[in-house]
């Protein structure tokens, strides 16, 4: 794809060069750079952000003082962090910088951490680049081979204001200096440990972020190392004198452990204390990824020993030790863009720890990772042990643009998957939304239509059938329970005859073809004639009408619009007021709306439109709202306006109102106006940033934006796993990429758009509801979009901070819908065991689920439940305290009380690292799902379900296919819903072989005694595909040794009999996601077991799978002998080693790894190794 004339590669716009405009020059005289520390080039790169309008366009000005006040929030209270970049002239010419992203994620985390607002990490990325590259044509000529070009990005505060308080305006600057060569100092560093009385960070502090604070205080300590002719200090912490980095570099010691094992062993990142080096991550990654694939190494002709790299905390004595008994092999600093050198001498408490060098005759394993990282840094052509290629380390600055996937993965996507049901209409669909929209993006721009039927509700706006109503700004993905937004409403028409602009049955139109759409693109074709595109960016949707000839060019804007719920009243959403106003000759529209109800509460949102074209006229209208199946009166009288009439527009009743007239206006265009287009700005803070994020679209040609979406989705979503196969399988690819797409669709990052209260953690809003997408889209997050899945956990843990209680479904922002248990326990736990702690504040995190276990939530007066809270916590609480069990006095007692446990075994262990003296509580209430294990409940020859209990403790005899005391199961469903677990249930159940036959009844065909139409005769087995209570049943063949097969089995017949690439291609309800990412995973030939760093292996449907973990980690998947008749495992390596359990660690994959299968047409017994934990048993 070509780049835009304006725009670089990626579509982020290129920089403004104002360095030679007279009115922006300082007078500032240019030196030679013969002294980096304090010249530099003649140019800087400002980029400016505001609260109110977000970050203006970046530019290149004259190297010279910067635009703040003395009071500015920088000055005062240190709202500061940076960078340190090398460009570098390889020995193949060409520019290249080292591992930037990873730099500009780290920026983004230490802003975040002072209160700096976010910014879009690969926009910065596309800056830095080409700023990097403009000064590099000056200072890094061609042919000047070894040079590097220093450049430092700065975030500060420029707010001015005194008073402690996050700034409200910031910029970015960078600058840049030319360094010497690639040469390191040629003998060993001498290192002074620091005074004992000093220390340069601390657990919770902000040791791990690069801020001007970190190294300020530090500066004493250095300088009088420097006097006493030492290099640098040596940090060590704590009385145990840890050793955390050198300098401002991290720090690494090789040794013999005194069992004889080789390890590279640094200071972990865990307590926050240093700071996540890139260089040191790269030489973590090098050690790792040769020893996964080596067993002997080689380099220079020399052996090297088998080495493991290690992150723990490390004692000065521990180094002591390791020299005196000759364990220590060497010692080493890795600081800015792949700077490595060893260490001499230690000089600690008056005393010389002498480190051996490294010499030309040793077998170096310092020289290893250096010559690596430098090598691939360099460009020098070579591959080392079949691993380390060019493209891992290094980016090329050609063309300012990283090298990028060139396949065009979204070919693959159908957007229309799952907006039908079994028969073809919305009816029983997967109501998944198949407009345009960004991955979480907050404009979701797309069709509503409406059907009279309550069967076919249109709850994501799209039915196969319906008539269009509007095309409008908001949506939700994969819905159910209720529709919800469908605002900000255009509608095109070609006359007004016969129109009541109050009643939009009048002028609602049918498509005379089928609804085109592909990843940035929408397209219907209308009965009137007109044609309608759409695109949009995050904040922005993009409206483009073709009319027919000899007709009106008429749009309609619609501030009261919205989707209603016909068979869902008690949810169904409702206007209440708004207003809108037309400025600028009619070329600009400005409004709000507030709507009532739905899944959430009250939402208010501001538009501001422009048009590409001039109006022939227009006016405003006004009159009686009427809910859309109840149309107004014929006769209802329309009130209309102008500017003259109306100068400030028009609104439907006082601030405040509940039961506002519905507004809008009709604009009329000149006969030779055949294309119209427009411009939406969407926000829900108000008219000034509505009217900025319009910005995120600057072209008028469509096209322009369709590709800027469709990058953004290769690059941030797609391109997270890549499927190599000799022959591409385009159902299965279409089955996967699409649902890949879903799965990004919800919820949506309305970061810096939280109309309730402010903060600089993370906002995210339609969570539609985790009680779907705990059980396995979470996990995935996690694993292959960290920062989205830490992003949604730092919101989660925000919004109890300022609510109360953390969601378990939440919408229009407010917390909305409890289905059972406070899922979002499950979702904090889930990462809390696997590690992740950085950025999140697990103090705050544990109060929130202790929240959940111990503070009943306040009555809401639900009409659908009088028994229950239904909008968040726990409302059973009472008597899960007081009798270990939810009895029948609450609706869904069964799953409350399986969920419950669940949800306290999360909250366990989180205590067990932030509250070990509660650890024991939650772990034994965990188990109270026993409580109502009833022996006397028997069906097909089974015995022992879980059942509802009293209050009284009477046990209550029920049939197992009885609901009345579960949500959207069966008990036979549930009980089997305790993974934590599983060794107590294998027990009750009479044992491995008991289980095994009671797990293969769950899917005979025709035992359930509703048939839930879908599928071929899996819709009637007591397995249910197409809701989220049976999403972990076929894989507990895995906690039965040997019957690993079995699982592999039913996940074939799965997906074959349940998901299609057709518009009835779901089971069931998307839920936002939650069952795309079931498919998702057992195509990945994984499952995770949720709260547990736990994945249970499946088999993988393609042969050669590359996912990016961890950020920046590969991990592929590979399998050997696959065809469709050819899938059951026979054999399984994890990272080269024989494997013959059925479940991995999340520590085995999470920094990359190599999964090898050898598959075969014959179910095999391979799985004889332990079974996967049960930690709640006891």
């Known amino acids: 794809m070509a780049p835009q004339q304006n725009h670089d590669k990626f579509g982020y716009p290129k920089l403004l060069n104002k360095s030679n405009d007279a009115a922006a020059t300082v007078n500032v005289p240019i030196k030679p750079l013969h002294d980096p520390q304090t010249n530099c080039t003649e140019q800087m790169m400002i980029w400016q952000w505001d609260e109110a309008t977000g970050w203006e366009a970046p530019e290149i000005r004259p190297y010279g003082p910067l635009p703040i006040m003395p009071s500015a929030s920088v000055l005062q209270y240190a709202t500061e962090c940076f960078e340190g970049i090398k460009i570098y002239r390889g020995y193949d010419d060409r520019l290249r910088v080292f591992r930037l992203q990873l730099n500009c994620e780290r920026m983004l985390k230490s802003s975040l951490r002072v209160g700096l607002p976010s910014f879009d990490i690969a926009h910065l990325e596309s800056i830095i680049m080409q700023y990097g590259a403009l000064q590099a044509e000056k200072w890094l000529p061609s042919g000047q081979t070894g040079q590097t070009l220093y450049l430092r990005p700065t975030h500060i505060g420029t707010t001015a204001a005194l008073g402690v308080q996050r700034p409200r305006q910031s910029l970015i ?39 001007g604070g970190n190294y300020g205080p530090t500066l004493p300590a250095h300088d009088a190392a420097l006097q006493a002719g030492f290099d640098q200090i040596l940090w060590l912490f704590g009385p145990e004198g840890f050793v955390t980095e050198a300098g401002a570099s991290n720090f690494f010691v090789v040794w013999k452990t005194k069992q004889g094992d080789i390890e590279l062993v640094t200071a972990g990142l865990d307590n926050g204390t240093i700071l996540e080096g890139v260089t040191r991550y790269s030489v973590l990654d090098l050690v790792r990824s040769n020893r996964n694939q080596q067993s002997v190494w080689q380099y220079e002709g020399k052996s090297l020993p088998p080495l493991t790299a290690v992150e723990r905390d490390f004692s000065i004595n521990e180094i002591q030790d390791a020299v005196e008994e000759g364990r220590l092999i060497e010692a080493f600093a890795a600081g800015t863009a792949y700077f490595i050198a060893p260490a001499e001498i230690i000089h600690h408490r ?79 669909s997967g109501d998944t939304f198949p407009g345009v929209s960004l991955p979480f993006g907050v404009v979701k721009l797309g ?21 269009v109503t509007a095309f409008t700004c908001f949506h939700e993905c994969g819905i159910g329970g209720a529709s919800k937004y469908g605002v900000v409403g255009h509608m095109p028409l070609t006359t007004l005859a016969g129109i009541n602009v109050l009643d939009n049955t009048t002028y609602q139109q049918p498509r005379v073809s089928m609804d085109r759409a592909a990843v940035g693109y929408y397209r219907s074709d209308l009965a009137n004639g007109v044609t309608v595109e759409l695109t949009a960016s995050n904040h922005a ?76 006229n227009w006016q405003y209208f006004s009159g009686p709202w009427n809910a859309p199946d109840n149309p107004p009166s014929p006769s209802t009288p329309v009130t209309w306006g102008n500017a003259s009439t109306n100068p400030h527009g028009v609104q439907g009743g006082p601030d405040g109102d509940d039961s506002g007239d ?61 499927i190599q196969e000799p022959s591409k399988n385009e159902t299965r690819l279409t089955l996967f990429y699409s649902a890949l797409y879903r799965m990004h669709q919800m919820p949506s990052d309305r970061t810096g758009e939280n109309p309730i209260w402010n903060s600089t953690e993370p906002y995210y809003d339609d969570y539609y509801t985790l009680w779907d997408t705990f059980r396995c889209l979470n996990s995935f997050y996690l694993l292959v979009q960290p920062q989205r899945g830490v992003g949604m956990i730092r919101s989660l843990i925000d919004i109890w901070r300022h609510v109360g209680f953390m969601p378990d479904g939440r919408s229009g922002n407010h917390n909305g819908k409890v289905q059972g248990g406070s899922n979002a326990d499950n979702v904090l736990a889930d990462a809390y065991v696997k590690g992740f702690t950085d950025g999140i504040d697990w103090n705050d995190g544990y109060r929130a689920v202790w929240t959940d276990a111990e503070v009943v939530p306040p009555p809401n ?83 022992g379900f879980l059942g509802p209990r009293n209050a009284n ?90 019957r690993q097969y079995k699982a592999v089995n039913q996940s074939r017949v799965n997906i074959d009999e349940n998901y299609f690439t057709g518009s009835n291609g779901l089971p069931g309800n998307s839920d936002a996601g939650a069952m795309d990412s079931w498919m998702l995973w ?28 961890g950020g920046s980690y590969t991990l592929r998947i590979k399998a050997q002998g696959l065809s469709n008749t050819s899938f059951f495992v026979q054999s399984l390596k994890v990272n080269g080693k024989p494997w013959s359990k059925s479940w991995l660690e999340h520590s085995d994959i999470a920094k990359g790894g190599l999964l090898e299968f050898v598959l075969g047409p014959e179910p095999k017994s391979w799985d004889t190794g332990d079974v996967p934990p049960s930690p709640g048993h006891q």
């Open 447 to 467: 069709p509503d239509t409406t059907e009279m039927n309550p069967s076919t509700n249109a709850f994501a706006g799209y039915t196969p059938d319906g008539n």
């Open 953 to 1042: 403790g009477t046990m209550i005899t029920i049939a197992p296919q009885d609901e009345s005391y579960t949500t959207e199961g069966l008990p036979w469903e549930y009980t089997w819903t305790v993974p934590f677990d599983m060794q107590s249930l294998i027990e009750k159940m009479g044992g491995a072989d008991a289980t095994e036959k009671r797990l293969d009844i769950m899917f005979v065909p025709d035992l359930r005694t509703t048939d839930l139409g879908v599928g071929v005769g899996s819709g009637t087995t007591l397995f249910n595909p197409g809701n989220e209570p049976s999403f972990g049943t076929p894989f507990l063949y895995n906690y039965l040794p040997g």
């Open 173 to 211: 600057y960078i600058i840049a200096t030319l360094l010497p060569g690639f040469s390191t100092k040629g003998n060993g560093m001498r290192l002074l440990t620091s005074p004992a009385d000093t220390a340069r960070a601390w657990p919770g502090g902000f040791g791990n972020r690069k801020l």
């Open 861 to 943: 007066n639900d009409p659908e439940d009088s028994t229950c809270t239904d909008n968040q916590g726990r409302c059973g609480l009472p008597d899960w305290i007081n009798l270990g069990y939810v009895s029948t006095t609450f609706s869904s007692s069964i799953s409350r009380t399986v969920e419950y446990s669940l949800n306290d075994f999360s909250v366990s262990q989180i205590a067990k690292g932030i509250a070990p003296n509660n650890y024991q509580k939650y772990l034994n209430r965990s188990g109270n799902w026993k409580n109502l294990w009833n022996p006397a409940i028997n069906q097909y020859n089974t015995s």
């Open 662 to 722: 519905r507004v809008g206006a009709v604009f009329k265009f000149p006969a030779k106006t055949t294309v119209v287009k427009s411009k939406t700005g969407v926000s829900f803070i108000s008219v000034e940033k509505a009217c900025a994020f319009q910005k995120e679209i600057p072209s008028w040609t469509l096209n322009d934006t369709v590709k800027a979406t469709k990058k953004v989705w290769n690059d941030d979503v797609f391109s997270k796993i890549s």
């Open 541 to 616: 949707g993009f409206f483009q009408y073709t009319y027919p000839e000899n007709t009106d060019r008429i749009i309609l804007l619609d501030v009261s619009h919205n989707l209603p719920s016909l068979a869902e009243f008690i949810k169904s959403q409702s206007y209440s007021n708004g207003q809108i106003e037309v400025t600028n000759g009619g070329r600009r529209v400005r409004g709000w709306g507030v709507w009532r109800g739905g899944w959430g509460g009250t939402g208010i949102n501001w538009g501001v439109g422009k048009f590409s074209s001039a109006h022939q």
């Open 350 to 428: 008056g005393k010389d720890i002498h480190i051996p060098l490294p010499s030309a005759e040793s077998a170096s394993i310092f020289k290893f990772p250096s010559d690596s990282v430098a090598t691939a840094a360099q460009s020098r052509i070579v591959t080392m042990f079949g691993w380390m290629t060019l493209g891992v380390f290094a980016q090329t600055l050609s063309a300012f643009a990283v090298p990028t996937q060139d396949e065009d993965l979204s070919v693959y996507v159908n957007p229309f998957i799952g907006t039908a049901g079994p028969d073809g209409t919305g009816a029983n």
């Open 1082 to 1109: 057992q195509m990945l030939g994984l499952y995770p077991v949720v709260t547990q760093p736990v994945y249970l292996i499946l088999a993988p449907w393609f042969e050669d799978i590359s996912v990016s973990v």
